[in-house]
């Protein structure tokens, strides 16, 4: 049973359709006698409106589909041009078929609109070749567009939070978790659970290339660790106090707040730098409180402190000329950590806001868009998924093929309504052979079924188009809701009653033509299967092991020269790490998995390898290679010392260690022997630094965690996080 909700959605929409074709159809027919204008004025709401999934709601969507009217019509006019041959209506759609799929790397309005887009070229690239009805067409296709956009704005769902408002709720929260501790970890971990992508409506999601939107999505990208990380020191063991934690926690809460009343209120965000200020102060202040002798601490009988223990009387600050405990240390490296992440947060709506950052926001790499002008970004984002790895070439690949063979053998074979072939391939294609037979199976059983009430239906009435023309609206109002509602095998047995009602007033009809129906839905499902078979049959499945087995070796490497850059001692002789590959591979990975993720079948099963542990990793990896050269506690007696060489090769080990996991995923079982991270011990910051330390050990749980899922099957976390992970997508 849907949620009353989704039921809500789909009768809105139904009446939506219905309204729009109805007022353009009988007028176009019966006042206008232009009845190609009226098959355009019925089809273009069914396209828009019925076919596509727009995102949005009332205005935003209307926008949308006023934005597809004008490429509706160079479609209708291509289709109408090159109908003239069999070859160039294939070699049309071919091209068509893959640009309007692949524009689904635009984000989800053009992917939304884009089967809507297909439809208009189908209907016109079939014979017969007629250019001298194109005006009549295009009348007809313009008139149902404006119809449908003005039911959308006189119909709308209901709106659903913005994402600004999403954000700024997230950001109060982690305001009052820094500033006063009392927020629980789950409802932490909730928070920024609700703020990730695939939770979000495909409107709200910032899915663009330009810089605003990028922007606000790795603003929301770093809303989540944040939230993520106050949870994590919410669960850490308490420590003696720490004057230099608590006021940089007093920083992160009073940006989080200006941060959220910037977005409630439209007015300009705090402008970036004291936070980054903050940062470096509690860095000094750690500096020097490392450079102090150590002694570790001594527990004594009678619970006096001992040597490097704090006195109880005095738990503000450690004993003068002492290094504070290893479990302090170890807290101001989170503290620091998660101020990071809100630093982050306010560079991004800074950029959001002002469409370019107010300064050089540092480091590069992380902000390496900020630069770029609107085109560079979205030729960067269009020729980063021309790859065979990337599933969203993949999929207009094989929907493009897919279209062109229904074509080819439609016009080849003659079949009448030919049209219908494509128009199966388009709405029961899936991304897996599977899919699309589980698709097929019920929409054959269907359309008999409905072939055989249509054909019932033109044999009892005849030649009386007023009969058709009465039951027109409420077969449309009754197919565009009950179908939905009740699966595939009512879509299409509804959808062929539609049809034959339909065509049934256009021209005199017979009952072969549902005769025609069910051999072109059949050839357009045999099509879809042979394609889907041929072009990666199996969907993501495939190509997120190899995505993510490459998005684990490329961001492990990332590990041993972010070691190296802490246990340098001069600041300007080391390297930062690039990872600009690493954010490249991040983002096709990305893609895999939510396709992975929205695949019939795949979320059910859930067994396998955790993909959403191997993202949190990924992250956490990119994050330290950003943060730690630039804030990360540096040790100040040489790199030759034995604590440094230890920590070198704890990062050679992790590096391995990712590329052994990552031929794990690729072969799908584990493979060699695992990489055991040494658990943290007392030593002197003076050797080492704790931020290194800490983020080594926190790696190695994840890594531990994603080979044991390679083992078992996995669970699905769509609530919490890891304690020591980040926030994923």
């Not at 119809?147 to 939070?161: E, R």
């Not at 990071?340 to 950029?351: G, M, N, T």
């Not at 072009?535 to 684990?552: D, I, K, N, S």
């Not at 011990?681 to 983020?695: I, M, T």
Request: one cysteine or more.
């Amino acid at each position: 049973m849907r949620p009353t909700r989704e039921r809500a959605a789909i009768l809105r929409r139904s009446l939506r359709v219905t309204l729009a074709a109805s007022a353009g159809f009988y007028p176009f027919l019966y006042a206008a006698e232009m009845p190609a204008a009226a098959l355009y004025a019925l089809f273009a709401p069914i396209a828009l409106g019925l076919l596509s999934a727009i995102p949005g709601s009332g205005r935003r969507q209307a926008l949308v589909t006023l934005c597809a009217l004008p490429p509706a019509l160079v479609l209708a006019t291509l289709g109408t041009l090159l109908a003239v041959d069999t070859w160039a209506a294939t070699g049309g759609m071919l091209v068509i078929g893959f640009l309007l799929a692949f524009a689904a790397v635009a984000g989800p309005r053009p992917a939304g609109a884009a089967p809507g887009l297909q439809l208009f070229y189908i209907l016109a690239c079939f014979p017969p070749y007629a250019p001298e009805v194109l005006g009549e067409r295009l009348a007809g296709l313009s008139v149902g567009v404006l119809l449908v956009a003005l039911s959308q704005v006189l119909l709308p769902d209901p709106p659903v939070p913005s994402y600004r408002d999403r954000l700024a709720s997230a950001l109060v929260t982690a305001a009052r978790a820094a500033a006063t501790g009392e927020v629980p970890p789950q409802d932490l971990r909730e928070a920024g659970s609700r703020m990730r992508l695939s939770h979000l409506p495909a409107s709200e999601r910032p899915a663009g290339a330009g810089r605003t939107d990028r922007a606000r999505e790795q603003a929301g990208r770093a809303v989540r660790r944040l939230l993520d990380q106050l949870a994590t020191l919410a669960e850490t063991p308490r420590t003696p106090r720490d004057p230099a934690s608590d006021t940089l926690l007093g920083r992160v809460a009073e940006l989080s707040d200006a941060c959220a009343h910037s977005l409630r209120t439209g007015s300009r965000p705090p402008v970036p730098g004291a936070l980054e200020r903050a940062m470096r102060d509690f860095q000094s202040e750690r500096i020097r409180a490392a450079s102090g002798p150590y002694t570790p601490a001594m527990p004594t009988p009678d619970g006096v402190p001992g040597r490097g223990e704090p006195d109880s009387r005095r738990p503000d600050s450690p004993p003068a000329g002492r290094t504070p405990p290893a479990a302090v240390l170890r807290r101001q490296s989170q503290v620091l950590a998660l101020a990071e992440s809100a630093r982050i947060v306010e560079i991004s709506l800074d950029i959001a806001a002002n469409g370019r950052p107010t300064a050089p926001p540092a480091p590069r790499d992380q902000f390496w868009y900020a630069g770029l002008s609107t085109p560079t970004l979205w030729a960067r984002r269009f020729l980063g998924n021309v790859t065979l790895r990337s599933v969203l070439f993949q999929n207009a690949v094989r929907t493009a093929l897919g279209l062109a063979a229904a074509r080819l053998v439609a016009g080849s074979l003659g079949l009448a309504h030919g049209f219908w072939v494509l128009l199966a391939v388009l709405t029961l294609g899936r991304t897996t052979v599977g899919a699309t037979w589980r698709q097929a199976r019920p929409a054959l059983i269907g359309n008999a079924v409905g072939a055989l009430v249509a054909g019932a239906l033109v044999i009892g009435f005849g030649p009386h188009t007023d009969a058709y023309a009465v039951l027109l609206a409420p077969a449309m109002l009754v197919g565009f809701s009950v179908g939905p509602l009740l699966g595939t095998a009512y879509t299409q047995g509804l959808f062929t009653l539609v049809v034959a009602t339909a065509f049934a007033q256009l021209a005199p009809v017979t009952w072969k033509l549902s005769e025609a129906r069910m051999v072109d839905v059949a050839t357009g499902s045999v099509v879809g299967l042979l394609c889907g078979l041929l072009a990666w049959p199996a969907g993501a499945r495939r190509e997120v092991r190899r995505a993510m087995a490459g998005l684990l070796r490329t961001c492990g490497g990332l590990v041993p020269p972010t070691a190296e850059a802490l246990l340098t001692p001069s600041p300007g002789s080391r390297a930062a790490p690039q990872t600009l590959p690493s954010l490249h591979r991040l983002r096709l990975a990305e893609a895999a998995y939510a396709q992975y993720r929205s695949e019939s079948g795949t979320a059910a099963q859930e067994t396998g390898p955790d993909w959403h542990a191997v993202l949190i990793a990924a992250d956490h990896m990119l994050t330290g290679a950003h943060r730690l050269p630039r804030f990360g506690l540096r040790p100040s007696t040489g790199p030759a010392n034995p604590e440094a060489v230890r920590a070198r090769g704890t990062a050679a080990g992790l590096q391995a260690e990712a590329d052994r996991i990552a031929a794990g995923l690729a072969h799908g079982r584990p493979v060699g022997e695992p990489f055991a991270v040494a658990e943290p011990q007392e030593y002197s910051p003076a050797f080492l630094s704790v931020d290194l330390e800490v983020w080594m050990t926190s790696l190695g749980h994840q890594l531990t965690r994603i080979e044991a899922s390679m083992a078992r099957p996995s669970r699905p976390r769509p609530q919490g996080l890891p304690s020591d992970g980040t926030a994923g997508p």
